[in-house]
């Protein structure tokens, strides 16, 4: 190891370093010696990889937890959701040319350019193609893009419903930024910017919810009615003083190949939209809907028309549970998130792409008969695979965990924190 390296391995235990660890992790004594092991092995692997670097700097861009609005931030609706403790790491220097190259815990290496910043399809799913997209989304917006030498490592586990690729996304605005510019960049330009990589990149057609989260840090509610200019507002609530934790249950099963059945929720729901004249459910009522049912039967699926009833009845719900969480409600908040379960489950539709495979329904079954009448319990992020979100009463959560586990595996449970903070540099 080099002395420029072990340098900054000692700077990770400054109290001003361990100070920004424990406002990213939180200030459990454990947490914060795992997460200085974590990243002064980043930094060792960094040095490993690439040798002696003479400006190596540390970004980070948390997973999310989706608490309100399963699958409306696509038609322009309402969202709650929070960015989590857990998240992707790059340990990054700056290069002097435009190539990247790219370590990622677990992957295979990347070694790639961006001289061309066109859409490549024989990217279409992977790293590149993320990579690339951000760069240009960045350039398009007026920053200054380079290549960089990155070791990364990440606790948002692909597939998990935490959305990794959203903190994969976000944390690369961070390194361009960091490298770059001057690291101020609105968190709305990030995550406009990650989504659009997602989309035209990548070539998944996701909305705009998972990335806003990472980016903009804490508890927020977000309404997408303009998403050029979505509307951001912090909320303030502590499920921790109130008694209750966050557990997210990865019930086994990857998203990997599932783009067409998230593909299908929107082009769905807007089929219903453009036989009012309109690009997206937002704006539209039950009332609109059930007077034309008859014609609309004809013209779509009736699985559309379950889809379009979930979204005007969960947008309509996002802002009862931000009301019933600035009035205090937690009673009220509990049952609004367990009928957001049950609108996704009987209408929209998400639990299972294959009926021989209903670990998800298994988990909210058991999650039901544990948590009746104590806590919440509903489907957490895109569905068809993937995890639950669940609110446990604290008491509870070591039984809860273990019942769990037992059923979907020893580390399937995740208990989280709200993370405040979105993409962060860690200051030497």
């Known amino acids: 190891m080099s002395s420029y390296t072990e340098d900054k391995i000692r700077k990770l235990l400054s109290e001003s370093v361990q100070d920004q660890l424990r406002y990213l992790y939180g200030s459990d004594r454990k947490t914060i010696e795992m997460q200085t092991q974590r990243y002064a092995s980043l930094l060792s692997r960094h040095a490993a990889i690439f040798g002696e670097c003479g400006d190596v700097q540390l970004i980070s861009a948390p997973g999310r937890t989706e608490i309100g609005g399963n699958h409306t931030d696509h038609n322009h609706g309402r969202v709650l959701a929070a960015s989590v403790n857990l ?12 190539k990247v190259r790219f370590h990622s815990e677990g992957y295979d290496a990347i070694e790639m350019d961006l001289t061309d910043l066109s859409v490549m399809p024989e990217e279409k799913g992977t790293t590149r193609a993320l990579i690339r997209g951000v760069a240009a989304g960045m350039k398009k917006a007026g920053y200054k893009i380079g290549g960089f030498d990155a070791a990364v490592t990440s606790t948002v586990a692909g597939g998990s419903g935490l959305s990794s690729s959203a903190a994969l996304e976000v944390m690369l605005t961070g390194v361009l930024d960091s490298l770059y510019n001057a690291f101020e960049m609105p968190y709305v ?11 035209e990149y990548f070539g998944k057609p996701s909305g705009l919810l998972d990335q806003m989260a990472s980016a903009a840090g804490g508890l927020v509610t977000v309404d997408f009615r303009d998403t050029d200019h979505p509307e951001v507002e912090a909320i303030s609530y502590d ?9 997210v249950v990865a019930t086994g099963g990857s998203h990997a190949n599932l783009t067409d059945h998230y593909a299908a929720i929107p082009a769905e729901m807007k089929s219903v939209a453009e036989c009012f004249g309109q690009p997206v459910l937002r704006g539209l009522t039950g009332e609109q809907i059930m007077e034309k049912i008859g014609e609309l039967r004809v013209k779509v699926s009736d ?3 379950l889809r379009a009833f979930h979204f005007i009845q969960e947008d309509e719900r996002v802002p009862e549970q931000v009301a019933a969480l600035k009035e205090d409600r937690i009673g009220d908040f509990l049952q609004l998130i367990i009928d957001s379960g049950r609108s996704s489950y009987m209408y929209l539709q998400n639990i299972y792409a294959d009926p021989a495979d209903q670990s998800l329904s298994l988990a909210l079954c058991m999650a039901e008969d544990m948590l009746r009448g104590k806590g919440a319990w509903r ?19 070591g039984r809860f965990v273990e019942t769990m586990n037992c059923a979907f595996g020893k580390d399937a449970c995740s208990v989280l924190n709200i993370r405040p903070v979105g993409t962060a540099r860690i200051d030497f």
């Not at 790059?90 to 435009?98: E, G, N």
């Not at 330009?189 to 989309?199: D, G, H, P, V, Y």
């Not at 499920?239 to 557990?247: E, H, P, Q, T």
């Open 189 to 199: 330009l990030r995550a406009q910017i990650s989504k659009q990589a997602e989309n």
């Open 379 to 397: 489907i957490h992020g895109g569905g068809f695979a993937g995890t639950t979100l669940n609110f446990v009463p604290q008491e509870m959560v």
């Open 87 to 98: 998240d992707a790491l790059c340990a990054v220097s700056p290069r002097d040319d435009m």
């Open 303 to 305: 699985r559309a028309l």
């Open 239 to 247: 499920f921790a003083k109130k008694g209750y934790s966050l557990v």
